[in-house]
């Protein structure tokens, strides 16, 4: 019944940034936590960040600690990731998930809805 899209995906220099969003429909009144999570060819979906319903925990994979920044409104039931100092590395489709409940944080085991992905190339 959730449904997430995400926006924002394009083409920056390194060094450059972007901002992602993430609209989700179908909530209704569901706590709700929220992630982005990337992936590049060959590689499993990786952890980026999430945020609780709450917008009290956030967890940032170590890699982007200190560049990107995660946030949400839960009254528009938008999240956006906020790029900053964008990496090579940063190359992948990012993609918006939600699970009810609680954060699990590192992992894509147990988020159950998915957005189908923004693509965010990082030319040098």
């Known amino acids: 019944q959730v449904q997430l899209v995400e926006s924002g995906g394009g083409l920056v220099q390194a060094g450059g940034s972007l901002r992602l969003s993430c609209s989700a429909s179908g909530v209704g009144f569901r706590q709700y936590a929220m992630a982005w999570f990337r992936q590049t060819p060959g590689k499993e979906r990786e952890f980026v960040a999430a945020?609780?319903?709450?917008?009290?925990?956030?967890y940032y994979e170590d890699s982007v600690k200190g560049r990107f920044t995660i946030s949400r409104t839960r009254a528009q039931n938008t999240m956006a990731l906020q790029m900053n100092s964008l990496k090579l590395a940063d190359t992948a489709v990012y993609y918006c998930?939600?699970?009810?409940?609680?954060?699990?944080?590192?992992?894509?085991?147990?988020?159950?809805?998915w957005g189908q992905g923004t693509h965010v190339t990082v030319s040098q």
């Open positions: 945020i609780s319903w709450s917008t009290e925990s956030i």
């Open positions: 998930a939600a699970k009810e409940g609680a954060i699990i944080a590192g992992t894509d085991i147990g988020w159950n809805v």
